[in-house]
């Protein structure tokens, strides 16, 4: 594999998660350029990365602030921006607590569906003597989380602005279920312009006036402009990117700037090699690539981890002539790099190549 | 849900891991009087829990020592036994160093299947000025590592015999492609005879003779004493079990140990649940249960984990009367303990229900 012959990957135990810091570079400066253009605020999900060095970078490209879905995600965060959403309902004594705590110069959003967790958030808010501001969680179709009518969205909005401690900010929506290539995304963007729509007429009807309408996800990142009404997106993939994201046509192949180097520990069995990067490393998530699969090699993504056990990750290479040795050195890109990045306690940093730095995965866990 | 009044358990930020402590000793007496009874030497894999309490807990019940496939479990369970087996080819710099550098008191035995990873853990092993013991890992029909052919085998053990700084201890093998139901498992028993009984025959006739012939796994647990000529099982998962194990009758459902303690965050679609037990903290691994889904909640194994996102789970609740709350507390039994034991920091320990005390899963990483 090209590059493999370098020396401070070579004396890295594997799995080792690395991260192309020129190509995060690329990746935040499209998006930085892509929602100055259309007048869009940015403000990436840090739950793809979970490190503050990380948001730091994203916040000198121009993100206004850090989405987050964990308490531990806001702590981590909270130290470099003092802008924090958190877009996960603020549910449980333990949760609250723990996001009331953080500095008081932080500027804190929570977006709710619900009357109980309003309350909540309203009487916990009131007694850490704090002004939280609110998002109203609407339901676009992925059908999670998020209220799923206009009259509820309404009414919701009128209780958060009577409830103590807390400002009524907008609402917030989140296309997951959008998994679409983006040239076949038409379909979904009609869809979430009606849907929408008719959220924000309701609330005009009502003079409420969202100063706030987040949305936004990676794979339909770059058709955000003709969401109407929109003001902010929420992408978390796209600083890194993964094989589901380029089986998308989301990003190239080439904007992956994130990988797992494993070692090739065993090709006893004939026609296969055996990697040190297996579910504990790469995460066994069924992916989006017609190859199936828990991902690709870096250098040549026709070489597929075929199926993966815990500590193992098996590469069918019976189809081709290509044969490594026990002991070279390979670099997966796994489907999704959310779940990958989460097994690993350090992103190493590669600039032109070579390990520059070492980053904490600061945020895992709640 | 019964017993979801508990103070101790309303305290935790969720999703947290629990461990049922009566139904962990159950688990341990179980398999310390099967093996007893059998003759069988027990090494449980350690790579289920990472805790050295819980290592500590099946020491205590007879373990002979601990089996890992990674360093980092290596040198957590070195912490509470002299007896190690790495069950992971020996393969990279890094991974060899840090396993040499276990105390001295540590009697390390390493599985291997190629002249490649012998070669190395020799000169490590010579240079580190430690004696190591050395298996010779089998391929019984999963595919994965091992080598194919008696031939290979006996080539291989000679080659131990002759390399500087190792022993030849004996064989080691996993049949981890055997998840039929436990009562399904006649023919996976006749071929596993069938093919160790080639090994040993060849071993015997080239007068080599193994002190260890390790196997076993937690779904062919029961019938490790059908083996002819096992001395040593290592299932891991047993000591937990999980919706996997139960879904083939290699437990029964009161014997899950492990559960996830989650809360109900959100109902706002009709006929769906939404708890914060996603695919961080559950692992979003396909299961063997024929109803689907990624666990199911411990007190009503009919309400099953639909689908998960990184930090959601959806339960299917529209064919059952039962609506929780927002902030109801559920207890949930993944399919694969393995994986999500891997997502969380630390393991709340239960007894009589109340958390008692909270261990470590020091031995996540490499």
């Known amino acids: 594999m090209r590059g493999m012959e370098n020396a401070s990957l070579a004396a890295l135990m594997t799995p080792a998660a690395l991260v192309d810091l020129e190509r995060v570079e690329a990746n935040l400066q499209r998006v930085s ?86 309350a909540a958030l309203s009487r916990a808010a009131g007694q850490a003597g704090r002004d939280i501001g609110v998002l109203v969680e609407l339901d676009l179709g992925m059908r999670r989380v998020g209220v799923e009518t206009p009259e509820q969205a309404v009414a919701l909005a009128r209780a958060i602005q009577t409830s103590p401690a807390l400002t009524w900010r907008g609402v917030i929506f989140y296309p997951g279920h959008v998994r679409a290539p983006l040239h076949q995304q038409a379909e979904a963007v009609r869809e979430q312009n009606t849907r929408l729509g008719a959220f924000l007429e309701a609330l005009a009807r009502a003079q409420l006036k969202p100063e706030v309408v987040s949305g936004g996800s990676t794979p339909m990142l770059w058709r955000s402009h003709e969401v109407k009404g929109l003001t902010e997106i929420r992408p978390g993939i796209n600083v890194l990117n993964d094989r589901n994201t380029a089986s998308i046509g989301a990003c190239a192949w080439d904007d992956c700037a994130f990988s797992v180097l494993a070692t090739v520990v065993s090709t006893a069995v004939p026609g296969q090699v055996v990697i040190d990067a297996g579910s504990k490393a790469l995460a066994k998530e069924e992916g989006l ?71 904490a995965v600061a945020a895992r866990g709640w």
């Not at 199936?292 to 870096?298: F, M, N, P, S, V």
């Not at 193992?312 to 390979?330: F, I, N, Q, T, Y």
């Open 33 to 118: 350029r892509y929602t100055r253009e259309h007048g869009l605020r940015w403000r990436p999900h840090t739950k793809t990365h979970k490190t503050a060095e990380l948001t730091a970078l994203q916040l000198a490209a121009g993100a206004v602030g850090a989405t987050v879905a964990t308490p531990r995600e806001a702590e981590v965060m909270a130290t470099v921006t003092p802008d924090i959403l958190f877009a996960y309902p603020p549910v449980g004594a333990a949760r609250l607590a723990k996001l009331l705590s953080l500095p008081a110069r932080t500027k804190l959003t929570v977006a709710l569906d619900s009357p109980e967790s309003l």
């Open 289 to 359: 690539a017609p190859e199936g699969g828990y991902g690709a090699l870096l250098d040549r993504p026709d070489i597929v981890v075929r199926n993966v056990s815990e500590e193992h990750g098996l590469l069918d290479v019976s189809a081709m002539s290509w044969r490594p040795r026990v002991g070279d050195l390979v670099r997966v890109v796994p489907n999704h790099v959310c779940a990958s990045v989460n097994l690993h306690e350090r992103l190493h940093v590669l600039r032109g190549g070579t390990v520059t730095d070492t980053w």
